[in-house]
């Protein structure tokens, strides 16, 4: 089944504490991106990436890391959590060059306390 | 960045009663995508519109992007207590692999 895995769906940590949301998808995408979700703010892009080692600053990328390493994962670090992190977090892929949809992973629900 | 306006924000209705959900643009879109999110769960891709005029039909939902391209909208007819959940919008411009995504209209129906 075509699908985006995100793991761990919920999480509650510690501020300072570093962590890591993982990201995985079957479908061969080139595009991959992490977004937040809070009440009344909508999807906000955190990072892109359009390729293997390729990546970019979305919208709102301030405390977070990402890499691409691999065409299929695309990983959310936060290097030291903060409780305006708290959110809820998705991960997104599509075709990229010119065509296709998102894709979206379950949602991560990250509380930092 | 680029912004799409989407409105309203919320919207209850009666079960039966049509929904309509708008996003609107001061620039030209490259084209429109439209996703449901159930409570709960993740976005959905729905549908693309990418010509002028352009009007599609699903089942109870029909979706329609502007003439001058500006706007787009999505209505359902004889809500359900399914159709419960956020619809957004997205302007993607492939050139710059960029979604744009609307803040969502949150529908909820009473049953």
């Known amino acids: 089944e075509a699908q985006v895995t995100q793991n761990p769906r919920y999480l509650i940590t510690v501020t300072g504490k570093k962590l890591t949301v993982t990201c995985s998808q079957n479908m061969n995408h080139e595009y991959m991106s992490w977004y937040r979700q809070d009440p009344g703010l909508g999807l906000r892009q955190i990072y892109y990436s359009m390729n293997v080692e390729v990546t970019d600053k979305g919208d709102v990328p301030e405390g977070y890391k990402v890499s691409r390493k691999e065409k299929r994962n695309f990983p959310l670090i936060l290097e030291s959590p903060s409780p305006n992190q708290t959110s809820l977090y998705f991960c997104a892929s599509s075709l990229g060059g010119g065509g296709g949809s998102y894709t979206f992973g379950s949602g991560t629900r990250l509380t930092v306390v | 960045g680029q912004q799409v306006m989407q409105i309203p924000q919320y919207q209850h209705v009666q079960e039966g009663e049509d929904f309509t959900t708008y996003c609107n643009s001061s620039?030209?879109?490259?084209?429109i995508q439209w996703y449901k999110q159930r409570p709960g769960g993740h976005p959905v891709f729905l549908i693309q519109l990418v010509k002028s005029g352009e009007v599609k039909k699903q089942k109870r939902l029909t979706f329609q992007f502007g003439e001058a391209k500006k706007n787009s909208s999505l209505h359902i007819t004889a809500t359900q207590t399914t159709d419960v959940g956020t619809y957004f919008c997205a302007e993607v411009r492939y050139n710059f692999n960029k979604f744009y995504f609307g803040s969502g209209t949150k529908l909820n129906v009473k049953p």
């Open positions: 620039t030209t879109l490259s084209n």
